[in-house]
């Protein structure tokens, strides 16, 4: 699924972000969706979300 489309991210869903860090390497960190962080309905890099972890990053995939 389209980490760039709201519609396709609930709380509780298992995900790959890049953290703010990470986005040179880009280098992915998996987690469980907490928040959906970003309101518009799309977004071009990804919806910002915070894992339960407590990391902030968007979605890069969706699992």
């Not at 969706?33 to 915070?50: A, F, M, N, Q, Y």
Request: hydrophobic share 35%; proline share 3%; charged share 30%.
């Amino acid at each position: 699924m389209d980490g760039k489309k709201r519609a396709n991210l609930k709380h509780g869903m298992s995900v790959a972000i890049v953290l703010k860090k990470d986005q040179d390497t880009g280098y992915l960190t998996d987690g469980i969706v907490r928040d959906i962080l970003t309101k518009s309905p799309t977004h071009p890099h990804g919806i910002k979300v915070r894992l339960m972890s407590g990391e902030v990053g968007r979605v890069q995939e969706i699992y």
